[in-house]
């Protein structure tokens, strides 16, 4: 389903066909293992499963270019090896899969330099593709593009259905300055997301949702569910 002219939802991902450019947002490897720290205890699937997702999108389209839209790493300071590992089978799987890798420094990517000087990826605080600006959502910046595409913030909906809630990923659009501005979920299947009908929203490009229109990514269906003031 388009979101916008020219730019498709593909599963949890965005496509700009014209372009050849692929982006996700929010890949967080190594969550699990902070919830594990936490004491959650849990099967490790993460990586596994958020390659799977992207071979079922690979499926479907090729591009010259994957942009990862920040935080590809959940947390620096403690590293473990089987984290470094994951970080660096999900780059190589990428890279298989196009021309050029480019990161968006998410507010989690601090320290990513020794990924960079291991690997060919480019790392960027911004990526301009024709008239749309990726980037990572944390912090407000001033751009003439017409259209900019952000992560950061996990957006999901809760919907009740009988008597059961389940939260579904979701992508927003609307506008921000007069810009259109579309916010892209987590593709880290651990990280379901932030329900924003009852939690604040984290980025400071979202202060006002009332003319957002939410799309519900679930699985390879996305379904538009017209504008937020409505859903609710
Ligand atoms: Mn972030």
């Not at 329900?195 to 990514?217: M, Y």
Request: glycine letters at 6%.
């Amino acid at each position: 389903m388009q979101i916008s002219p020219g730019i498709e939802i593909i599963g949890l991902s965005l496509w700009i066909e014209e372009k050849k450019v692929l982006i996700v947002s929010d890949p967080h490897i190594g969550y699990e293992e902070y919830l594990q720290q936490k004491g959650v205890l849990l099967p490790k699937f993460q990586a596994k499963a958020i390659i799977t997702e992207l071979e079922k999108i690979l499926q479907k389209v090729s591009p010259k270019t994957i942009i990862i839209n920040g935080d590809l790493k959940h947390e620096f300071g403690t590293v473990s090896r089987q984290e470094w590992k994951e970080v660096l089978q999900l780059i190589d799987f990428l890279q298989q899969h196009c021309c050029e890798l480019i990161l968006v420094r998410g507010n989690h990517d601090i320290i990513i330099g020794p990924i960079a000087s291991k690997r060919n990826i480019k790392i960027v605080d911004k990526q301009l593709i024709k008239d749309i600006l990726i980037i990572h959502g944390n912090k407000l910046i001033k751009t003439p593009a017409k259209r900019i595409i952000i992560g950061h913030e996990h957006p999901a909906i809760s919907l009740r259905e009988n008597a059961k809630t389940e939260k579904y990923k979701c992508f927003l659009k609307g506008k921000w300055n007069n810009q259109e501005l579309i916010v892209m979920p987590s593709f880290n299947p651990l990280l379901e997301g932030t329900d924003l009908i009852t939690e604040k929203p984290l980025s400071p490009f979202l202060e006002d949702l009332s003319n957002f229109e939410v799309f519900i990514a679930s699985g390879s269906e996305v379904f538009h569910f017209g504008k937020w003031g409505i859903t609710g």
